[in-house]
Each structure stands twice: as C-alpha cells, then as structure tokens.
C-alpha cells in the first residue's frame, strides 16, 4: 500500500485520482486517504476494546455450566406432578392420567390460539413437561398441586392475569398468547429424564 | 435570535439549536479546540492526557468487574477467582484494571515529576498544582482498598498495616481505628466499606480533575521554557497540533500497557495474595505494592511510631506548600543549572527508597532509607528555599518562538511580538 501511494498519490481513491491532478491536490487526497485509514483503525479498535465488555455480561461458564437438570421420574406417581429447576426456572413434570391424556388429545386443533397437538408436546404420553412460566409475562401458574386451581380446561391457571392452560400445557383463555414453552429433554432411562 | 439564547457560531442546524441553549459545542471548541497552547511542548506534556485516559480505563474495567464481584469475606477471593476462569473476558478486566493501576502511578509519577522539573507548581499555577496533589490523595486511597478486595494475604496484612498507622495518633488512635475498621480486626464490615470507598472515590477524582482542567485553561499551560507565552506567535490550537500529539503518546502508551497485561500480568503484583487471607498467619515478608514503597521506606526509616507516620505522610503533605518553598522565579530547571542537578538526586533519592521500601528493614536497607528519607526533605525544605538566593540561572530565551525556529539574526526589541512569516 506504501509503494501504491508513494508512486500515484491518491491512487487508491478511485476514479477522481486518475485525471491527474496537480501535486496539491494530490496531497489532499492523500490526507483524505489517512484520514479514512485511521477513522477506520479507529472504529475497528474501539469494537475490539468493547466487545469484551459487552461479552463478560452473558452467561459465564459456571453459569452455562448448571444447564442440565436430571429427574428421577420413578417416585412421582400417576396423578402426581412435581416442579424442579433448570437454568433458574421451574420446570412443570407431571404424570398424567389417562383422562388428562385422552382429553389433551381429543381437542381438536383448530380451535387453538397456538395450534399443537398433543403429540407434539411430549416424547412419552404419559409425561408431560414443560417451563412452568406463563408466556404471557412470566409468572408461575397455579395446578401442580391438587388443591390448586386448574382453571377452566383442567390444567394449569395463571393467577397474574387469568391465563388458562389445558392438560396438555396449551393456551385455552386469557391474555397469554403462546402454549408453556416445552424445554429440551431426553429419557436417560425408562425414569430418568435429562433437561436441557 | 430569541433573547436569552447564546450566539452560537455553528452551522449544523442540530448542534446549532442545542448549543444555543446550552453551549457545550462552544465550550469544547474553546477549550480543546482553538485553546492557544504554547507551541513547544515536548513528549513529558502527554502524561496529563494519558492519566485522564487511565481514569477513564479503570472506571470502565471496574464497573464491568463490580458486576462479578462479591463483597464478603467468605465470597470475595472466590468471585475473582471466578472472574478470572468463568466470566467471559473476566480475566482481560481484571488484568487491566490491576495493571492498570500501575499503569495509572507511572504516568501520574511523570507527570508529577514534569510538574517538579519545569516549575509548573509556581505562579500563577499553585492551586492547579496543589488541586493535582489533592488527585494523588484520593489516587492512593483508591489504590489501597481496591488492593484489599480480592481478600488475599497480602489484601488483608496490606488493610491491617495501613489502618493501624492511624493507630500512632495519640490518645484517639485506638478509637479511630476501630471506627475505620467497623470492629475489632479487619473484618467483613471492613472489607464492605472498603468496596463501597473504592466504587465512590474515582468519581470524586473525576470531580476534582475537572477542577484541575478548569484550572489549567485560565492560567494557561507551562512549557519545557517555562516563560509566558508573549502572543500568538508563541502559541498553536490545541486541535490539531497537540489532539495529535496526545494520539501518537497514547498508541505508545497502549504498546506498553498491553505488554504488561498480555505478557507479564503478575509481574507487579505479590504472588502471595493468591493465597486467601486468613487472620492467623501474617507472611513472612509483607510489602506494599510497588508505587507506595518509598512511602513505606520512609515509614520505616524512624525508629519511632509516631514519627514514622508523620513523616511518612509529609512527604505528600509538603507537596501543598511546594509554591512556597522553592524561592525561585525561573520555573524550568532548563535555566536552573543547580537545581537541576538536585532534583536529579532527589529523583535518585525516590528510587532509591523504592528499593528500600522493597527490602526487609535491615541492615543496608535501613542506611539507605535514611540518607534517602533526610535528602527527600532537605530538597523541599532547605536545597529549594536556598537556591532561590544563591543560585545564578542561566539567561532566559526572549520568547518561545525565538529558540523554536533557530537561525537569523537578534531581532530587535518587540520583533517577538509580531506575527511570524510561517504561523
């Protein structure tokens, strides 16, 4: 780049520098050349001096680190469901009867404000799990208790603001507009599954 | 132009409005824009930008390493241990902000000694100068408890050796320190108030930079010469001759800075403060970081408590009366052919108790400190003081432009004041 301007002043601007202007004006768009260089060098140093910055805000790796949760599925019995937590938040299992699942699947999609079917919701029929925060802003709904309220659909119901939830974990009434979300698990062993 | 709005000379019709009723665009382009500086500093002029560039790197990594930290004694040492292995770029935060701590007394270091070299503390710029010894104040107290929260060994003996100086004030001295500590020993309320001081103080030096800047553009800056700038021809903006200058210092300054933090980050630091601290054990060998040493030799040097720690703190307070002290109008030593030479050796008395605050008080240690702490002094309170009366200076250039642009012929009486061919 050196040798490019030490022989064609102001070559690198483009088509202007090739109608050969006087040596004054060379030397100006040479400064104007520097000038952008260093802008340049300037703006890509600062990104480098504020990336990590920015980057030690999220997750450090003992945080990423927790993001695996493992439950024992044999103790919950059939009718019961229990709440545990992955990256902080509570995660919904329950152990579904076979009234729960037969209505879960009879509802007929259409009618959903977030179409899902049941299938789609679980691996096994029986176990169904999902983060137990309401997708409307964030509280925890009641129903994983018998003496809670389940709300109209027999699931789970919002107190915040009167969201209800099917036995499948799917919107049926109130403001929140998403199904509660299914996080990404696998069964380790016939009761064992591994969040996350 | 409706009344009470200031009369704004710029174009942009944006900055235009905004400057009308608040004129920060006209005060910036007075101050660092045209601010007539006279136009033969050299590179020792830097220092003042870069230290401001290090406060303002130290606030940034602190804030960002305040975030992972945990002020509690049974948490404190883990969270930076966590900062320094989880936390993304946990470790280039830390190891910028504790090098940069270094980083900061060096150049405050040079600058200082700039300051003590061309006589930038005399008239008319001895509140500038003493608004500066105020900054190294608050510098050193900032510096001391962000040393204390990691909560290693030496964090914790470096807490107790300090907080119990103030233990040699007589009568009220036990009080005190237990009202500094917040107990008995040095303890976790210790540790919190020390968190809470260390996050408050920088912005207090903040606060008292702008005064030392505010300061510095009605006087004017000195210059290597140390006369006064007689009129333009002495004198460039400060955009662009010394924007750039400060630039090149501050790339060079930045080379060295990331050598340090890349390459030797624990070269400054005592290994023995990656040991937790523990209230038991004090180690074998103690020692201050690197910039407090020659405090610390001339602590050490008075086989008295009391007269260590009087001594120990004169040695900044006589910095405030400094103006005072030195008797001399010639304010560059350039023209100070004995002066010059003795505070060449006081520059050597400072290292020279570095070295000694460094040892173990022994033997030729303890010499040294002596003669070092006796010769710090007599430059203040004898050497200066004398030479004014005594000491011939060498004849004074005319003005600053004249040894500037060398060559021609005496010029006649008031030639200096008309505008150069060249400016």
């Known amino acids: 780049m050196a040798e ?3 022989t064609h002043p102001g070559a690198p601007l483009g088509a202007e520098a090739a109608h050969g202007a006087e040596p004054e004006h060379g030397g100006g768009k040479r400064r104007d050349f ?3 260089v260093t802008g340049a060098f300037a703006v890509v140093g600062t990104g480098a001096i504020v990336w990590p910055f920015i980057s030690s805000m999220n997750p450090s790796r003992d945080v990423l680190a927790l993001s695996t949760t493992e439950v024992d599925l044999s103790p919950i019995q059939v ?11 509570p995660v919904f299992v329950r152990h579904r009867t076979q009234q729960d699942i037969e209505a879960a699947q009879q509802v007929p999609v259409s009618e959903l404000r977030d179409p899902q079917t049941d299938a789609q919701r679980v691996i096994k029929p029986e176990w169904l799990v999902m983060i137990g925060i309401c997708t409307h802003l964030g509280c925890v709904p009641l129903g994983q208790k018998p003496t809670d309220p389940h709300g109209d659909y027999g699931g789970w119901f919002c107190p915040c603001h009167g969201s209800h939830y099917d036995t499948s974990g799917r919107i049926r009434k109130g403001p929140a507009p998403k199904n509660l979300v299914v996080p990404p698990y696998t069964f380790t062993s016939d009761t064992q599954i591994r969040i996350g | 132009m409706a009344s009470g709005l200031h009369q704004s000379d710029f174009k942009n019709p944006v900055v235009r409005w905004i400057d ?16 007539p500086t006279p136009r033969n500093f050299n590179y020792l002029w830097n220092f003042g930008a870069l230290a401001m560039v290090t406060l303002l790197i130290m606030i940034a990594t602190g804030i960002f390493l305040a975030m992972n930290y945990t002020p509690h004694v049974n948490h404190a040492f883990d969270s930076v241990e966590r900062i320094m292995r989880d936390v993304n770029y946990g470790w280039l935060l830390r190891y910028v902000h504790a090098n940069g701590a270094s980083m900061f007394f060096i150049v405050v270091y040079v600058h200082i000694w700039r300051g003590l070299y061309y006589g930038s503390y005399k008239a008319p710029r001895e509140l500038l100068w003493m608004l500066g010894v105020v900054i190294f104040l608050l510098m050193m107290a900032t510096a001391f408890m962000g040393y204390v929260l990691p909560w290693g060994q030496m964090s914790f003996w470096g807490a107790t050796v300090i907080t119990n100086l103030f233990s040699a004030i007589p009568l009220v001295g036990d009080s005190i320190v237990t009202w500094l500590w917040g107990g008995f020993s040095v303890d976790n309320p210790t540790l919190n108030r020390f968190f809470s001081l260390h996050y408050l103080l920088p912005f207090v030096i903040v606060g008292v930079v702008f005064l030392h800047v505010a300061a510095l553009h009605i006087t004017g800056s000195n210059n290597p010469l140390g006369i006064d700038p007689k009129g333009p021809q002495d004198t460039v903006p400060f955009h ?9 210092g501050l790339v060079a300054y930045f080379v060295v800075f990331a050598v340090l933090v890349f390459f030797f980050p624990n070269l400054l630091g005592h290994p023995d403060n990656y040991i937790p601290a523990n209230p038991l054990v004090t180690p074998p060998h103690i020692v201050p970081e690197w910039y ?11 086989p008295n408590k009391l007269g260590g720690v009087v001594l120990m703190f004169s040695s900044i307070l006589i910095l405030f009366v400094l103006p005072w002290l030195d008797t001399s109008p010639v304010r560059s030593m350039r023209f100070r052919p004995i002066a010059r030479i003795a505070l060449l050796l006081w520059t050597v008395a400072f290292f020279v108790l570095m070295w000694c605050g460094s040892q173990p008080p022994e033997g030729i240690a303890v010499v040294l400190a002596r003669i070092g702490t006796a010769y710090y002094f007599a430059y203040f309170l004898v050497i200066l003081p004398l030479l004014g009366w005594f000491e011939r200076p060498l004849p004074l250039p005319e003005s ?7 060559g021609g012929g005496p010029l006649p009486a008031g030639a200096t004041s008309k505008p150069m061919e060249k400016a």
């Open chain 1, 79 to 89: 009718g019961q469901a229990v709440t545990v937590v992955w990256r902080g938040k």
């Open chain 2, 240 to 248: 662009p001759y010394y924007t750039v200058k400060d630039s090149v």
């Open chain 2, 20 to 35: 009308a009723r608040l004129p920060v665009f006209t005060m910036m382009e007075k101050e660092y824009g045209t601010f």
């Open chain 1, 4 to 6: 490019t301007l030490a």
């Open chain 1, 34 to 36: 520097l000038k952008l």
């Open chain 2, 400 to 406: 600053i432009a004249r040894p500037v642009l060398r």
């Open chain 2, 292 to 302: 407090f040493l020659p405090y610390y030799a001339i602590l050490r040097a008075v």
